[in-house]
């Protein structure tokens, strides 16, 4: 498709459930980014994929998320035992190439809403 | 420290006022810099990206870097209510994720 597609929007778990998020890349895009904003303007990277390969896991706690890009199918962002902290808007950003190559122009989906409750 | 610093305001300006949008960064490796515009309930949108020192010029929007003091602005003339917006500086080294600042939340008033 033409633009990043995040589903759900909004997704409401109890604490200690699980939540799954789903990403469609722009198609033709091989990279894939997982950003969680929390307090509205705080962006922190989560995990980066080059096509079905992780690129990038700095910034995924170690415990309870986990990531796939699987070949025709959308990427999804999964927690485990959800906590009251991981309340956020969780986006997904797609790009033609790598960071630090000069053309990451990275576009972001609308971004999926996450309320632990 | 932070990597990156931006002050989140708010900012509020009367229609067609001069903006001026500033980050501050530590890392002198950052080699790439960009501003978003995220609007309410939205991703942020790619704005402006520059590679290095110096001016980038784009209609109203002009995005400028000094690497040499660490810092990076985003000029908006004659601005308009339709850019009332959170606007995200952002910047990267070869290899690394994208880092972001907070983020300032402008607004202009008709």
């Known amino acids: 498709g033409e633009e990043v597609a995040q589903t759900p929007k909004h997704l409401v778990r109890g604490e200690g459930q699980k939540a799954k998020l789903y990403c469609a890349p722009i198609?033709?895009?091989?990279?894939v980014f997982w950003y969680q904003q929390v307090l509205k303007n705080e962006f922190k990277f989560l995990i980066s994929?080059?096509?079905?390969?992780?690129?990038?896991e700095t910034g995924m706690p170690k415990e309870r998320f986990s990531a796939k890009c699987l070949p025709n199918s959308p990427c999804s962002l999964e927690i485990q035992a959800t906590k009251l902290e991981d309340s956020a808007v969780y986006f997904c950003a797609s790009s033609q190439v790598g960071t630090g190559t000069g053309g990451e122009k990275l576009f972001f989906g609308s971004g999926t809403q996450l309320s632990v409750l | 420290q932070k990597e990156v610093e931006q002050d989140p305001g708010p900012l509020s300006v009367p229609e067609g006022a001069i903006v001026s949008l500033n980050c501050t960064y530590s890392n002198s490796a950052f080699q790439y810099f960009m501003w978003y515009r995220q609007y309410s309930r939205k991703g942020p949108e790619l704005l402006m990206y520059?590679?290095?020192?110096g001016n980038k010029e784009d209609g109203r929007f002009t995005a400028q870097v000094d690497k040499s003091s660490k810092y990076i602005s985003l000029f908006i003339r004659d601005s308009q209510p339709s850019d009332s917006a959170t606007y995200l500086c952002?910047?990267?080294?070869?290899?690394?994720?994208?880092?972001f600042g907070k983020g300032t939340t402008l607004s202009v008033s008709s």
């Open positions: 952002a910047m990267i080294q070869a290899g690394t994720a994208l880092i």
């Open positions: 198609k033709g895009h091989s990279y």
């Open positions: 520059t590679y290095s020192s």
């Open positions: 994929f080059q096509n079905e390969n992780v690129f990038d």
